[in-house]
T-cell receptor
């Protein structure tokens, strides 16, 4: 049972434009949400997180928005750069430290 | 955040054999986890590695197939036993120091079973 869902397997965006990645979750006990970036042959790298007590968190080019009532979060990357081309995973955790991951979205930034 | 060194980075193994993957963290961490990423799939949690006691396995994973050790707060091993081609995956270890903190990952072990 997939508790974290990323329904868009891929996203193509032009360099300099905004990338918007979406994520939905079903478990209402999740209270901490994270985004990871993964290149081939490397482990996931943490990008940004948000606690359920907030609805927005910003770090440089990355902003995460959380809509608790809709059980939905999104990651905005602006401006998109060629080095942003990677697989992005949404993850969520509750009170047991474990992370549940979405299926991932492959982002391609076109020059 | 802490750094995890995971080895080997890749291996090609014969079916029926076993492989042990090691992860060393450069600082003490509260929790350590082992994940599997099958080709084109997401990360699936295999187990939580408990310091000084038996690991806690997720549904579908058993100790006989994936024995795990965690002798202290900075080191853990995962063994993939009696391997078959279906075990070909990327195996990742992860650490986390608190609930509302990031989890950090090793670079992964790409296992191919032939």
């Amino acid at each position: 049972d997939q508790q974290v869902k990323q329904n868009s397997p891929s996203l193509s965006v032009q360099e300099g434009r905004i990338s918007i990645l979406n994520c939905d979750y079903t478990n209402s006990m999740f209270d901490y949400f994270l985004w990871y970036k993964k290149y081939p042959a490397e482990g996931p790298t943490f990008l940004i997180s948000i606690s359920s007590i907030k609805d927005k968190n910003e770090d440089g080019r990355f902003t995460v928005f959380l809509n608790k009532s809709a059980k939905h979060l999104s990651l905005h990357i602006v401006p998109s750069q060629p080095g942003d081309s990677a697989v992005y995973f949404c993850a969520a955790s509750g009170n047991d430290y474990k992370l549940s991951f979405g299926a991932g979205t492959t982002v391609t930034v076109r020059a | 955040s802490a750094v995890i060194s995971q080895k080997p980075s890749r291996d090609i193994c014969q079916r029926g054999t076993s492989l042990t993957i090691q992860c060393q963290v450069d600082s003490q961490v509260t929790m350590m986890f082992w994940y599997r990423q099958q080709p084109g799939q997401s990360l699936t949690l295999i187990a939580t590695a408990n310091q000084g006691s038996e690991a806690t396995y997720e549904s579908g994973f058993v100790i006989d197939k994936f024995p795990i050790s965690r002798p202290n707060l900075t080191f853990s091993t995962l063994t993939v036993s009696n391997m078959s081609p279906e075990d070909s995956s990327i195996y990742l270890c992860s650490g986390r120091t608190g609930r509302n903190t990031e989890a950090f990952f090793g670079q992964g072990t790409r296992l191919t079973v032939v």
